[in-house]
């Protein structure tokens, strides 16, 4: 298989998975939903096909270990996630797992110095449980009691879908990685516009952002809103649109931040009653840790200021901070010269969403390598990506392993 | 029993009716859920001990027939509506059935030179379909097939809720009054603060304002919230909160405009994505109709700059438009006639809410009583009556049917 066919073969394999979803019509895949399975099965067959041992690990990760030279124990571990948001492109995160599947297969039978992990993360995004990276935090050894005690919005917990997967929670243990990694490889979609922007087909991440995520909750009265006269209301809704434009205008004016509000829930919700509570959902990025907290804290007193002159009560919850997140030199270094020698032009970039290298970073040495987004999109249905980039990826890939077995032998 | 046992009564039957809910631990009833049987069961009991005749029609209503003298046919209705908004107090609707029965079991077994019917509309607060006056529009003969053929939120249409609830849609037609009525008087909570700022038990309405309802989309593109720059967004829920600010504004500028957003739903919904679309809906009340339709207009150019100026677009559908509506002026009249003989201070009100006898009033006589809110509260669990205000209504009452027997005497 020439690494042309081996790009067509693996945007085909991603838009197969896009047909595994929750919500007939739109792509949707979350934590250990019942389509997984069927994902599974499918990379579970082709792994083996590529002389590769399989297995599911107890967070739902898919794994597939594809043996070093004889006597070799050292694994690079190569792999991004398989769940998605609701209403989803076919690539991000699948792109990665296909991908690192693909190189194996390519490299296939030829034995290298290092045995290599595929891992498909079980989840990454965040949607079921609103705590995003199970996956991988099982694979790192940080899985804690408050995630596993977690509950979606069916009322059950994530050890509860771990059991009704048919997995054991007991063994989440044995989901960390082997002793003394060589490190983590992650293939993803950049998501955004830049390395379309310049006409490039990939580009080498040198730093994730760092992020901050809080639930916030403005609370008023439900009342009737045909009786009570305006200057009388206390109109959760209300209060938190305010709010929401503040969100806009304070990150259109701090260079770099961006912020959103994601969610938004109204309580009651009926057309002729005045909402009593709003729930939302912010999410604050920057590449600079102290500039995003600053600016989190401004968001929290604006939110104060404004329920305080409408009578509403607010809860103020963060449930995400996450720091700013640096790509190990080693590897970024490896990624510029494999990219070279497979004729790329790729950047140093700063991703503004975070990945599965972030959570694995604090234990072994990391490298990320995006794939352009045309049109920048991700997050959507129209999320795609060209054959001619996926075919750069993986001779960018291939060069990396052959650079790393360098390393390794000498 | 005297009529404050009677009051006394009424109270604590709305408070039992009050435990038939949908969802445990709040106040919902929705049109022909499972809890309205319960509902049903209960007062058809009691109506048939009082010596009235009980039905339920195609529609849901709860029907029940107290003759008048031998030989008369014509008949005066008395009633209000069963179901709830969600999360809705004890009172709502609920009271002035209660009180029409309450009525019959004080002057039984005395005959009136009239019949009286009593009925428990089935469906008044639009919420499972998204539209009001179900159960009133069948008993005015008014229900149209684009009611039946509407859809709740898990895609079950009028009809076939009809038929599940083991009615039979083909007898809807059977619903409709009788000819010849005398008129329809309904009992209701104020739900407003009117009465309370005056410290009186009930007021007289002398018209409904007119409502407007629409629902509203603004619906951009979804992408990814860390890499995708604040200039580049087409944020739908940013631009609906910008709306929502200017609808509130436009309603505090305008005398006796009351405008709400009351229901607001964001697509895909996750923290980290950015709202896709964001769907709305607005309900715009006013007294006077040319006033109301021109800020309902005004609403619509704003939203329309709004989507313009953001490259979002907009859908804008308005799904109900009611005329103001003056109640009967010889019903005023006897309404203020029976209070005064009652010793009680009656105001004459324009109701910002609307109600059964909207629907009612093009087809037959109509008056309303309204019982003092204590807080001005209602759509809200802690909606509550007065003991001694209910007495007031439920003298104001008797004192108002011993009038009317000597109108249809003369």
Redesign the interface.
């Given at each position: 298989m020439t690494v042309g066919e081996a790009a067509h073969d693996a945007i085909r394999r991603c838009r197969w998975i896009a047909q595994q979803t929750e919500e007939p019509g739109r792509i949707t895949r979350t934590f250990l939903s019942p389509p997984m399975r069927a994902v599974h099965n499918e990379l579970s067959t082709w792994m083996a096909a590529v002389g590769m041992q399989t297995t599911i690990d107890a967070a739902g990760n898919l794994r597939g270990v594809y043996p070093g030279a004889s006597g070799i124990s050292r694994r690079l571990y190569l792999g991004s996630h398989l769940d998605s948001?609701?209403?989803a492109g076919a690539f991000d995160g699948v792109l990665g797992v296909v991908m690192a599947i693909a190189l194996v297969h390519l490299v296939a039978p030829h034995r290298l110095p290092f045995g290599i992990e595929v891992i498909g993360f079980s989840e990454e995004?965040?949607?079921r449980f609103?705590m995003?990276f199970i996956g991988s935090r099982a694979f790192a050894g940080t899985l804690d009691e408050a995630t596993l005690t977690a509950r979606d919005s069916t009322g059950i917990s994530v050890r509860e879908a771990i059991s009704g997967f048919g997995l054991d929670p007991a063994r989440l243990g044995e989901a960390r990685f082997a002793a003394s990694p060589l490190g983590y490889l992650e293939f993803h979609i950049?998501?955004?516009?830049v390395l379309e922007d310049n006409d490039l087909a990939v580009g080498i991440v040198q730093a994730i952002?760092g992020?901050s995520?809080a639930e916030v909750a403005f609370r008023g009265?439900?009342?009737?809103?045909?009786?009570?006269?305006?200057?009388?209301r206390h109109?959760a809704?209300?209060g938190?649109?305010?709010w929401?434009?503040n969100v806009?205008a304070m990150?259109?004016g701090t260079a770099g931040?961006?912020?959103?509000?994601?969610?938004?829930?109204?309580?009651?919700?009926?057309?002729?009653?005045?909402?009593?509570e709003?729930a939302l959902?912010?999410?604050v990025?920057h590449a600079n840790d102290p500039i995003r907290h600053d600016a989190l804290e401004r968001l929290k007193t604006v939110a104060q200021a404004i329920a305080a002159r409408r009578a509403l009560t607010i809860e103020w919850r963060p449930y995400l901070d996450q720091p700013a997140t640096c790509m190990t030199p080693s590897f970024v270094s490896i990624l510029e010269r494999a990219a070279s020698a497979a004729g790329a032009t790729a950047p140093l970039m700063t991703?503004?969403?975070?990945h599965d290298a972030v959570v694995v970073a604090p234990h072994m040495p990391v490298g990320m390598l995006f794939v352009r987004s045309p049109g920048?999109?991700?997050?959507?249905p129209d999320e795609t990506v060209r054959e001619e980039d996926v075919a750069v990826a993986l001779s960018t890939g291939l060069n990396a392993l052959e650079l790393l077995a360098g390393t390794v032998d000498g």
């Open positions: 948001v609701p209403g995004e965040g949607v609103s995003p950049e998501q955004g516009p952002a992020q995520r009265r439900a009342a009737h809103a045909g009786t009570t006269p305006m200057t009388m109109d809704l209300a938190a649109a305010e929401i434009g806009e990150a259109l931040l961006v912020a959103t509000v994601g969610r938004a829930t109204v309580s009651p919700g009926a057309a002729n009653v005045i909402p009593g709003c959902t912010v999410d990025r991703s503004g969403a975070g920048g999109i991700s997050h959507h």
